[in-house]
C-alpha cells in the first residue's frame, strides 16, 4: 500500500510534466513561412533550410500561407515542398498548379510534380495520378 501512496503523487507529477512541454514548432515553423514569405535576401536560405527540416509538419501551414503569400514568396514556399519530398503535399500542389492566379507558380506546382513523377514509388505513382488530373481539369476549363 505505501507503494501505491508514493506511485500517485509521483504518477500526477510526470503528468503535470508533460502537460508543461507544450510543442511550440507550429510558432518557429510560422516564422520560417513569414521569412520565406516576405523576403528576398540573405535570411531565405537558412529559414528555407529550418522549414524543411520540419518535413511533412509544415505542409499544413505552407498550405495556409500560399493562398496570400506574393508570387516571390509562393515560389520560396514551393522549393520548400519541394524540399520536403512528402507526398502529402501532392492535393497542395495540384491545387496551385490549376488554380493560382499565377502561370510561374502554376508552372512550379506542375514541375515539381514531375520531377517526384518520375520515380517508381508510391510519390511518383501519386505525383502521376496528380499530373494527370491536373490537365483533366485544364481541359475542362473554358
Not at 56 to 80: F, M, N, W, Y
Not at 121 to 133: F, Q, V
Request: glycine share 6%.
Amino acid at each position: 500500500m505505501r507503494g501505491l501512496k508514493n506511485a500517485i503523487p509521483a504518477a500526477l507529477l510526470a503528468l503535470a510534466g508533460g502537460l508543461a512541454c507544450e510543442d511550440l514548432s507550429y510558432k518557429d515553423i510560422g516564422a520560417q513561412i513569414n521569412a520565406l514569405s516576405t523576403r528576398d535576401d540573405v535570411l531565405v536560405p537558412p529559414a528555407h533550410r529550418r522549414l524543411v527540416s520540419y518535413g511533412r509538419d509544415a505542409i499544413p501551414q505552407i498550405e495556409t500561407a500560399l493562398h496570400t503569400a506574393s508570387v516571390r514568396g509562393k515560389l520560396h514556399l514551393l522549393t520548400a515542398i519541394d524540399a520536403i519530398g512528402d507526398d502529402e503535399a501532392i492535393p497542395v500542389l495540384r491545387h496551385f498548379a490549376v488554380y493560382d492566379s499565377n502561370p510561374e507558380v502554376q508552372l512550379k506546382c506542375e514541375a515539381i510534380l514531375k520531377g517526384w513523377a518520375a520515380r517508381q514509388n508510391t510519390r511518383g505513382d501519386r505525383a502521376r495520378a496528380a499530373l494527370a488530373r491536373i490537365a483533366d481539369k485544364r481541359a475542362a476549363k473554358p
